[in-house]
Structures are given as C-alpha cells and as structure tokens.
C-alpha cells in the first residue's frame, strides 16, 4: 500500500508538473499570434471566451505571474480549457472529448495487445534461444526503426484503395452517425484495422526484444535451475518460473516507455486522418491553434498518467515484493 | 517512437543485480573495448552509420540538382535523369534526400549529444550523491520520462518563434535525457559500492577525481548505448516534427518531403518514389543504430549473445540445442556408454580407477 | 553404516565451452556414493565441486557440456541406469525423486514470486500426479515442521523469510520426495556459524531417520570432519583424496589435504598451527603439467612435474580403504 501512495503522491506531482509547464509555454510566444487570432474571431466571441484566452496565454500584462498562475489553475478546475480556433465557436474541453475515445480504442487497444503478443513472443525467443522466433529479430529491429507513420503510409500505399477492403482514411464511413448501432460499429472496426495493424507491427518488436533478454537475463538465476532440478515440466518452468519474473521488469518498462510509445502512435492517426487526438493536434498545428494544442498535451499527459498507474497496479499484483511486508 | 529496448536500460533500481556487469570489468575493459567492432551486428551498423555520415558531409555537394530547383518534370517515375523520381514541382527527390541527409544527421547527433551530456550529470550525480540529490534528480528524471515526450516536443517547438534545426535539436535534447539519467543512476550507484570505489572514498580521494577516473570509465558502454540510442529517438522526433510541418522552413529534410508526399496526394498518384527512399533512409540508419546498440549490449552482457555454436552432438548421436536444464552429453566422449543397462553390482575396489594419461606408471 | 554403491560417477568429464576453447573444470573424477552415507567434497573454490555436483545431475547451464563419463544410479526400485544416457523426460523422472539438490546459492533458490507452498506442492504435482491437493498440501506442511518452520509460513513468499529459514525450506522441499540421494552445495556458507552447525544437525539427524545419501559439498573441511563417514578432496578438477573422514583428519596423505586441514583450526584436540596454502588455485586454461598441484607443494620431488599421479589405494596400513593421488603415495597394483 505503501507503494502505491508513493506511486500516486509521484503522478499528482508529474501532473502539477505538466499543468506548470503547460502553464508557462504558451507564454514563450510573442504575444502577437494569439492576439492576431483574438483579433480575428473578435465580434463572435463573448467577453468570458475572451477572458478565458487572456488567462490561458498571459496576455494580461497588469497582472502579476502569481496571479496569472492562481487564474490559471482555477480556470483549469473549472474543466475550461478555452475556444478552439479551428473548430470554432467550440470549445477546447468539447473538441477534446470527442476525439478522446477513438484514441483510446485505436492507441491504447493496439498498444496493449501489441505489448502482450510481444511479451509472449519475446518468452518464445529467450526460451527457445536459436529457434524460429530469434530469426524473426532482425525483421523486427527493421520494423521498429521505421516511424510508425511511414509505415502507415506504405500500408496505405500497398493495402488501401478505392475497391479495397481496407478504407485508406477517417473513422467511419462518412453519412454514417457515431452511435452503437450494427451500421457503425462495424465500419468504425473496419476504418481502425488498418491503422491498428500499423501500430502494432512497428511496436511489437520492441516487447519481443525487451522480453527476450529479460528471459535470457533470468534463466540464469538460480530458482531456475532448482526448477529443472525440481523435475518440473519445461512448460511450468518456462511460464510459471521465467517468464512469470521476466514479467516484472517488461511491465515497469511498460510503464515507462508509454510516454514514447504515445507519441508515435499519435502519429499515425495523422496519416490514416482518424479522428483521435493525434490527427486533432496535426490540424492545431497546422492552424496554429494554440489552445487545442495546449489542451491535447494535457490530456495526452492525463492518459498517459492514467496508465502509468494502471500499469504499476498491475506490477503490485504481479511482485509480491512490493506489498506490505508480513 | 522507437521503444528503448537495451537491456542495459533494463536495470531498474532493486533489481540491478541482474544485469549489472561483471564485477571483474575495470581491469578487462581496456583490452575487450577494441574487441566490441568485432562483433558483427556492431561492425555492420558502424559501416553504415559511417556511410550516412560521409553523405552528410559529401551528400550536398554530390546531389545532382539544387534540391529545390523546379522542372517541367512533375511527379515522375525513376529515371535516367532523376533516378529517385521528381515531385509535384518537379523537383529532384534524390538531391532533396542527399541535402537532407546533413540536417538529419546534425540534428541527431547535437540531440544525442546534448541528451547524453544531461543524462551523465544527472545521473551521475544523483548516483553518487545520494540522499536528498538523488531524490530530486530521480524525480526530476522521472517526470521527463512520463510525460509523453512527442507532444511536449510539438507544443514547445509549435511555440517558439520560427526555430531552424539548431531550435529543434536543442529542444529535443532537452526533452529526452530522462531515460539514460536513470539507467545512468542505477549503475553508478552499484558502482559506488564497489570495493575499490570504496577505498578510494576511504583514502580521501577528491569527489570528481573518483568520478571521473573510477566510475564514468566503468560507465561508458552504457553511455555510448544511451547516445545510440538517443539519436535514434531524435532522428525519429526531428522528422516526425518536419512531417507535421514544424520546422519546415529549416531547410530540407527526409521529414520535409514526406510532408510534402502527404500533403499533394503522392499516395493518391501511386507516387511511390516520392516517399519510400526518405522512409527507407530512416530505417536503415535507424537499424544501423540499433545494431550498433545490440552489440554494446551483448559486449556488456554476454549472455544476450545469441551467435556462436549452440548446437552439439550428443551421445545419443542426436543434434540438440544448448540450453539451461539439461546438458548435453558429448558424443566424443571417451568411456563407453552403456545406455540404462542393467549393470552387475561392482564392488568399491573394481571401481577404483586408473588413470590412461601419460603419468601412469 | 554404509551398505551398497547407490550412485557411481564413473571417469567424469565436463567441460565449459567446446572443441579448442573448452576448460575442462571436471577432469576423470571417479565417486562412489554408498547408501546411507554421508560423503563429504571438499576443496578451494573453483576447484570444481559445484561442476561435479551440477553435471552429474546434468544441470549445469551452458556453455557447460559432459565431455564423458558415466553416472551410475542403482535405483531400489527400476534396476540400475546411467544418468547421462536419460532422455529429457527420463531426467525429469529422475530429479527429485531419486537425486534432490539444496543449492550453493540457497538465497535466491526461492522463486521470489510464489509462496513457499505453491514452491513445495508442484514438485508433488510433477511427480505425484494422483497425489489430491489436500494431501499435496498435507505433505508439504509436514516437510515444514521436519525442517523445523511454523506451518503458518506456507503462505509466506521468499522475501518474508529469513536466510536460515529459506535455508531450511530448500531442505524440506529436497527430502519431500524421500528422494535416495541429497546433494548439498555449499549448503549454509551463507549463515552464521552457529546456524549452520544447527541446520547440519538437524540434516543427520534426519538422514539417520529416513536413510537418504548425501553428498555434502563445501570449501571448510571442518564441516566435513565433524558430519561426514567418508571425505573426498578435489584440486583443479580432480579427485586427489579420498578416505573415512577420521582418517584423514588424523592422517592426510596427499600434501593438497594436509594445506587445506592446516587452513582451519582444529576443532578438537591439540591446537596446531594455521598455515594454510600458499599460492592460488590453479588456471584451468593453462593447467601445470604432471601433478597439477605441484607448484604449491611444499613436498613436491622429481617425478611431480611431469607425470600426472593415479588416484589408487597407497601401500599404508589402512589403504585397502582409501585412496589417494600423488607421488608419494604410489598405488599398490593388485
Ligand atoms: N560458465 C563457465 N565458463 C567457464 N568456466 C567456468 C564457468 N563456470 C565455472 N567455471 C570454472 O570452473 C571451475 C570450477 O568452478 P566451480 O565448480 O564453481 O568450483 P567450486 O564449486 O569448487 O568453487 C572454476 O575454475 C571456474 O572458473
Ligand atoms: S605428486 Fe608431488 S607435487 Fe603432487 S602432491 Fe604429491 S608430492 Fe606434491
Ligand atoms: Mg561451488
């Protein structure tokens, strides 16, 4: 238990960390863009939008930083996180959580299988050192050193198409309505094979290899030798002994390279124009919106909190070294 | 992104005694440092990273065409004369790529570098120092390493006045030291336990005097894996930054003309050649580095190696795998078997042995 | 106390690595295991003790191989086999059952994930099939209270143990098999000493009850004196000694064993000196010629260098009994 409020007290403060930083880099930019597209969008905008955006940038001069930061964090509180220029009148907070979910179904679904197909993977590789799975390495090393959106963009290239079966772009079909009916679902599936294929192609080789040498590194500990010592089947010595310990370290580093994993992931909704966050802050970019961008960073970082706590949940289940001693 | 996979970055604090080197490195390390090139993953990739590096040098001076030059010849097939094709304007991709290769290569490499830098002090210190320094550091190394580090690149770059590469770089330098700090940590703090780092410490040795002549030699195969690996993840995010579009007007490179393939439809045109070098440009120096890494890896810990002979003739004439749990018995061996047959009861003195080597009376 | 051969390591090689790049860390060792009896190995460190023990059970990683040799097991109940010509599931029938090991690194012997129950009842599950869960568990808790821990400890994980206690479970989870033969590697060189005089204790005192072999393995001859019937002596891989363990506490034959009983102070009657060994072990790559011992013998003479000694009963009045290799010691030759 111990653990585990040290692991939250540690995200509270990652997040308060993020929000900071959140806080002082719009006030990088010169005042001007930010101005210019207030400017802009002046005569539609009610006081309180605009007030909104004054507190988001730092375009109050009069107030004191404190102060600028005490505003901010209230505003914050209050879930506003102010007007998207792109999607204007709407607000960020409203843009935000429709494209949330299709990145959770599409990056955070492919993620996880692609971390558990490599896992089991790389337990084939490191048991079975010289078989079949060792020779899948070097493809993998290959896959992986490809940006994902690259490859996205040869999937695309090679498997989508006006009569293909694949969409080459969107979510869904377009006329189509989101809702969960037997029309949508089964085309928001479809729309999402392609890019999800993707995802978990360039990323598996990571957890295969990162697997494998974990179970290299601990067939050499000695509970395993007591377990072939022990007469115990080849099976339970590989899952119950290695793998189960190799596990260990694969999923704290789970948790640690999600940071990196996201990123590239996001990218790939780019390509394929799939709805999600990363194809959303492609179009910030583009537009210079600054308080989408300010937004998405935000909640990326949340998400990505979110599943570093999961994930180190999941190692207190799995280490019983890390529970309350008895 | 490229997911850090050396074991070397494996070593989390608790469990580092698994993965840490062997203790009897400080004297060998000397002489097996040359022996690393003789590693054949290591070799291959140090050929072709010292490939991209001479076209990085060379690469604008031998491209055929000023890579933003137009032409009458747009979006055409290889050829004769543009044997990577042409774009939408008609410019060459081959020269676009060759003058890329300078940008990409600079940026990685001041990335890496400036990463590399950060990663050392910091980790070094919060290893050695311990105490309240290695709780802040470790902390500190910890936030840059949840947050997901692409969108903070992004949200930073897409705020700073029009940057250039040397913006880029330096930003991603910045943002990406975080993992190599804590692999940096976790070894120097096993390190600083040592026998002979404790006597030094003992004898009144200068803090930075042990620092630098006991513990960063013993460090610096996890630091040259931590800067390959580093600049794998700069190349990536520095091109990734150009597909989006930042960074764009810093120049040519292969993020640009993707960009550029995107967004005027070269897949919609079947334009192949338009984005398959540049990708394939990232991928084989992306497997050169990584390969490099492989080796550093399997030169720190022997065991990851998986070339040489695992197979062997057993007795039973049969070809078997090495593997733990069951070892092999050679066919060559020099008493005969007699393979679970019932043998007579042999009395202690029938046992006792005499030797068939030369000495034997 | 000794009955007939239950175990026969017959001209034993093994080796680190293959064809030129081998070290050949166990070199034409010959043992006999009698049943009941407790057999003591002792030697420096790297001498080749925990290679002899981890290849007579096939066990040692690789780049180790058996390079030759025979080890015979002469089973109470399926006849008599050697355990080098086992195909795999034959081995995993073997181990445990017929020959158990408690570890040199007895510390990390525990599989840090699962509780100490789970650890003892799939070896019951492996071997004994039939066995019901609630006699499995029966088993291991009675194996508990033989070696000494509280029942309630089932359920504890490896990390809530002390080092004397895991020590201990390695132990009962060894003899829960009633197994014919218990090879000890360096069994307690962890613990303290009174610790490990009250672990080894209680092990004979348990081999007196249940009538298992052991084969006891550790680097202080003192150990051995005090537990064992008989003791071999191994040097750079070889046997060099092997005689009751009375015997040669009071007369040691071979100069190797006298060094390593002047290294530790007598535990009982006159004091002698501490002298020790001088020199270090030998390089298993570049291994001396002739007696591989002879650049630290203090009695080395002519034929030392260049001819290797045949381990053989010598021509003492109790040779009929032991043996020993060296020079000065010429086997008698029936
Ligand atoms: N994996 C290995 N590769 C090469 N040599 C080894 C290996 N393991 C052990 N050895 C060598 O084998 C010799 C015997 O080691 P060991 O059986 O552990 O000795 P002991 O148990 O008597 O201390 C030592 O000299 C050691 O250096
Ligand atoms: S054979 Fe010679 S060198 Fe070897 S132990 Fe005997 S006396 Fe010493
Ligand atoms: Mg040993």
Known sequence: ?326 | MTIPTSSVEQVIPGQGAMAQPDPARPAKAKRQRFRFIANKKAFTGVVVLGLYILFAIIGPWVAPYDPDARSEDLVQPPSGAHWLGTTHLGQDVLSQILDGTRTVMVVGLAAGAMATILSVLIGVTAGYLGGGWDDSLSALSNVFLVIPALPLIIIVTAAAPSGGAVLVALIIGFTSWAWNARVLRAQTLSLRRRDYIEASRANGEKTWRIILFEILPNLTAIIASGFVGTVIFAVTSEITLAFIGIGADSGWNWGTILFWAQSQQALAQGAWWWFVPAGLAIAFLGTALSLINFGIDEFVSPRLRSAGKTKVKTASGRTVRMRVGFTPVLSNSSAPHTHAKPIPAVTTAAATPVLKKEGSQ | MTGDPILEIKNLNVDYGLGDQAVHAVRDVNLTLHRGEVLGLAGESGSGKSTLAYGLTRLLAPPGVISGGEVIYHSPDHGTYDVLGLDDKGLRDFRWAETAIVFQGAMNSLNPVHKISTQLTDVLEAHEPKMSAHARNARAREMLKLVGIAADRMDAYPHQLSGGMRQRVMIGMALILQPQVVIMDEPTTALDVVMQRQILGQLIELRERLGFSVIFITHDLSLLVEFSDRIAIMYGGRIVEEAPAGALYKDSLHPYSAGLLGSFPALRGPRRELTGIPGSPPDLKGMPTGCSFHPRCPKVFDPCADNIPVLGPPSTPDGSTRTVACWLHPVVTA
């Open chain 1, 1 to 326: 238990m111990k653990y585990l409020i040290q692991r939250i007290l540690f995200y509270v403060f990652t997040a308060w960390a993020a929000i900071t930083l959140n806080f002082f880099i719009p006030r990088m930019i010169p005042g001007d863009p930010v101005k210019a597209l207030l400017s802009r969008f002046q005569g539609q905008m009610s006081s309180d939008a605009i007030e909104s955006l004054y507190i988001l940038f730092g375009l109050d001069k009069d107030k004191s930083l404190w102060q600028q930061y005490l505003d901010y964090w209230v505003q914050l509180f209050h879930g506003d996180l102010g007007l998207s220029f792109t999607a204007f009148p709407s607000p960020v907070s409203e843009v935000i959580s429709d494209a949330l979910p299709w990145t959770l179904g599409l990056v955070g679904v492919t993620t996880i299988i692609s971390f558990f197909l490599g896992t089991g993977l790389g337990v084939l590789a490191g048991w079975r050192r010289g078989s079949w799975v060792d020779g899948l390495l070097p493809a993998t090393t290959f896959l992986s050193s490809v940006p994902y959106f690259w490859l996205g963009l040869l999937a695309i290239f090679l498997l989508a198409g006006p009569d293909s079966f694949f969409p080459s772009s969107g979510g869904y079909e377009p006329g189509l309505v989101p809702a969960w009916d037997q029309y949508f679902i089964p085309s928001a599936l479809q729309h999402s094979l392609l890019p999800a294929l993707t995802i978990l192609i360039s990323s598996v080789s990571g957890w295969i290899l990162s697997m494998r040498n974990m179970m290299v590194t601990v067939s050499a500990e000695d509970y395993i030798t007591v377990a072939h010592a022990k007469g115990l089947s080849d099976r339970r010595v590989a899952l119950s002994y290695a793998a189960r310990n190799a596990l260990l370290p694969n999923v704290s580093g789970f948790a640690l390279s999600l940071g990196f994993i996201v990123g590239g992931t996001l990218l790939v909704e780019i390509v394929f124009s799939y709805p999600g966050l990363g194809f959303l802050l492609f179009r910030a970019v583009t537009a210079k919106d600054y308080p989408l961008m300010q937004g998405i960073f935000l909640v990326i970082t949340i998400s990505v909190l979110v599943a570093n706590l999961i994930a180190d949940i999941a190692y207190l289940l799995l280490d019983p070294r890390t529970r309350k001693e008895g």
